[in-house]
């Protein structure tokens, strides 16, 4: 907030936190943190999973960090947010990709972390569980898992994300053929909106809930918990891990399995992920790696035959397979295979380091000539550290219309590739040469993956598709670019909602859904042209009463 014409010189950041203890006189003054401040770096950089993003020279740090103990701390911070003339963000896992919960490359802004806001309610006769919105994925699965053994949740892999960004940006992971994305199974929430009124499911109205399952809360408001439907898992699954590399036939099986993988029982998911890895014994010291990795909801007597039908060619073994609870499942695909499910109760990131990603969609099966000029691009790349990660699609995800929820990927893609790669070192030279071999490559895929529009996932946010503007042509540069790769046919209906609920775009970041706002002087016109429309149907005035069949 600039000083006035009367001499105030108030700045932003005290004029904040005088509106906040206003509101609250009560409440501990360790939950707000000011730059520059002792406490303020500790708190910053708790929840921040991508370095690259914090030593960046160009980005803007938060002026506040706000981690409310209670519904109604999120509600003030909304309020004095725009008492003070300050963007709201909000974190609750630092998983964000482009790091839009705890960075911007715009005006100055205030993070509401909702670390303290991760209660966990089951109940199990019901079939559903309340949960924080600063709950970790990991957090939610340890709790379900512990309630009931045939109890389970559909979301990702990873278990420190939060739940926040994930559930709202659709979310999904082993049991996405089965029961769909984490938004696809959320029931209620409870939402501060861009004027600090807390709303729920019946006093949102129909048109923001559908929003929030998968067009990225952030836009729209700040989700502080969310009521979920579980799932039901058998007392045991199986899980198995099967690698091959070029020698031992793994293109020819890659190329099987898009055209199985998405067929399969609903039950099973196969997921793929390959990598180019040094090999002395492959021409040139290179060769490539592609793991099939997958989760059964059911035996391994059920299993194998079962793939033996299906996909005969992986061979897959007795041997292969492991029985364990789901719970237990949930820990063999976060890497913690044998260790007590309390690690899931870690919110810590395993990782001190940076990374990117972007994301493709496949509505076509890739040739086997194509995946051989791919994998000599990735052979090539020595020091790139680049994985492709390739989820299957089909099952539930095509029963459910692309426009049920926000969330729009569903029938005719045969599988979802995530382009990831990490790395430790914080040189801006070695971060930059990763930045753009990565973006080489998702150019080089471009052949291979949907067009028009290029789809991608929104969880795996990628600023290199374009940055969100303000203005009037804000909606269509972005239904062009970002809004309609990630949103695709949906992009129209999120801004609508956008312009209903946050009309002045309070709730922004690099890639927020604008809002699409009609002008009261559109309006008029268009009520003035269907006056007269009407006036001249009704009159039969020459030849327009040939166009006038839609009235009575």
Known sequence: MAASDGGDTTTP?????????????????????????????????????????????????????????????????????RVAGLGVRVRCGGHDYEGMSYV?????FVI???????????????????????????????????????????????????VGGHITGGGFGTMLRKYGTAADNMVDARVVDAQGRLLDRKSMGEDLFWALRGGGGASFGIVIAFKLKLVSVPPKVTVFSVSKTLSQNATALLHRWQYVAEKFDDNLFVRTIAQAFNDGAAPGGRSIQVLFNSLFLGTRQQLLPLMQRSFPELGLQDSDCTEMTWLESVLYFAGYSGRAPEVLLDRRPEFNSSFK??????????????????????????????????DPFGGVMGRISETSIAFPHRKGNLFNIQYFMRWFETDSAVTQGHLDWIRRMHGFMAPYVSKNPRAAYVNYKDIDLGRSTEGPGAFTAASRSWGGQYFLGN??????????VDRDNFFKNEQSIP??????????????????SVFICYNKVGVFNLGCTWLP
């Open 112 to 162: 509401v972390d909702l670390v303290n806001l991760r209660s966990i309610a089951v109940d199990v006769k019901r079939g559903t569980a309340w949960v924080g919105a600063g709950a970790t994925l990991g957090e939610v699965y340890y709790n379900v898992g512990k309630a009931s053994p045939t109890a389970g949740f559909p979301a990702g892999l990873c278990p420190t994300v939060g």
């Open 357 to 390: 990603a972007k994301s493709d969609f496949v509505r076509e099966p890739i040739s086997v000539a194509g995946w051989e000029s791919i994998w000599a691009f990735l052979m090539a790349a020595r020091g790139e550290p680049l994985v492709m990660i390739m």
């Open 491 to 500: 992009f129209k209906r999120l801004a609508s909602v956008k312009g209903r």
């Open 13 to 81: 950041q005290e004029t904040f936190v005088k509106c906040f203890f206003d509101h609250h006189p009560d409440a501990p003054t360790n939950i707000i943190s000011v730059k520059n401040s002792a406490s303020y770096d500790a708190v910053y950089r708790s929840n921040i999973q991508n370095i690259r993003l914090l030593v960046s020279s160009s980005t803007t740090k938060p002026l506040i960090v706000v981690t409310p103990t209670t519904e109604s701390h999120v509600q003030t911070s909304v309020t004095c947010g």
């Open 515 to 532: 809002p699409l706002v009609w002008s009261s002087s559109t309006v008029s016109l268009l009520l003035l042209l269907l006056l007269v």
């Open 104 to 108: 911007s490359d715009g005006p100055q």
